[in-house]
């Protein structure tokens, strides 16, 4: 059957008062039980099947708790990425990406290290008889007048075999922000160059950017695809929630909430059923 043609916009939406307005009936608040047995206030309309049904499976835990992260390596097909684990626990590339694509890794140019005048300014290089050598964590030393790989005994590196370094982006601008409140670089990020360009299903959120002004804590998303309909309000639902706990740990009220996409679509196939919401 002919499917309706798809609508798209670019769209810049402001929730001035977050979690102001959670959905009632006759002026009573409904909590929505998730499956593992929270009960949560919820934004946007009850006839959004797809926002409750979302907050009922744990959309909210998924986000906040990781509940769902173990789906990165015990599910052969789902979950291609999880937005707790790249906020939580950011990677430039994890061992799942190499279903995909992996990379060889060569060792720098020794050359390039001896010449590097940022590495002599920090004392990472330095003179040492007729030779430099490179200081390393660990008090690991390299000799510059050597060939790498011959110090390092191989040639070059899979990627996916190393256990690369993982960041707490959320911890990280709790600390920024209370360390200084005024900062530009409260920002967190979820796109992986290495692997998001060649994947079916990348991340349609690309980063979270918190400020402090007047004493409230704002969050600005932005997001290069989403479906209106069917996750929109959910989204939102589980940003504005570490929004939340970001401002509780900084001791600061909520301030706005600005989502910016670069394509919000409504598909086709479910223009009808939006109609009739």
């Not at 934004?43 to 907050?55: H, K, Q, R, W």
């Not at 997001?223 to 939102?236: G, I, K, M, P, T």
């Not at 940003?239 to 996409?261: C, P, T, W």
Request: hydrophobic share 35%; with cysteine.
């Amino acid at each position: 059957p002919d499917t309706p043609p798809s609508k798209d916009a670019t769209v810049l939406i402001e929730v001035k008062k977050p979690m102001s307005k959670p959905i009632k009936r006759k002026d009573k608040i409904i909590k929505i039980k998730s499956k593992f047995g929270n009960s949560y206030e919820v934004y946007g309309v009850m006839a959004d099947t797809f926002l409750i049904g979302s907050v009922q499976s744990g959309y909210i835990e998924e986000i906040m708790e990781g509940v769902h992260d173990h789906y990165l390596w015990d599910s052969s097909k789902s979950f291609p990425y999880s937005y707790h684990d790249r906020i939580y626990n950011y990677a430039a590339f994890s061992l799942e990406d190499s279903e995909k694509k992996d990379y060889i890794v060569n060792f720098i140019d020794k050359n390039k290290v001896k010449t590097h005048e940022k590495l002599k300014f920090a004392k990472k290089v330095i003179t040492s008889g007729e030779t430099e050598i490179w200081k390393l964590p660990n008090g690991l030393e390299l000799d510059l007048g050597k060939d790498i790989s011959e110090q390092i005994g191989i040639n070059n590196i899979i990627l996916s075999v190393l256990d690369l370094p993982r960041i707490n982006q959320i911890d990280y601008i709790i600390k920024k922000l209370k360390d200084k409140p005024y900062t530009r670089r409260a920002q967190a990020t979820t796109w992986r160059p290495y692997i998001d360009p060649y994947s079916e299903d990348p991340p349609c959120l690309q980063r979270l950017f918190f400020r402090i002004k007047n004493d409230e804590l704002i969050l600005q998303t932005c997001w290069r695809s989403r479906d209106l309909f069917r996750a929109w309000e959910a989204n939102v639902n589980g940003m504005v929630r570490i929004q939340k706990y970001i401002a509780d740990e900084l001791n600061v009220e909520l301030g706005h909430y600005l989502d910016f996409s670069n394509s919000l679509h409504i598909y086709g196939d479910t223009v009808k059923d939006l109609i009739n919401m």
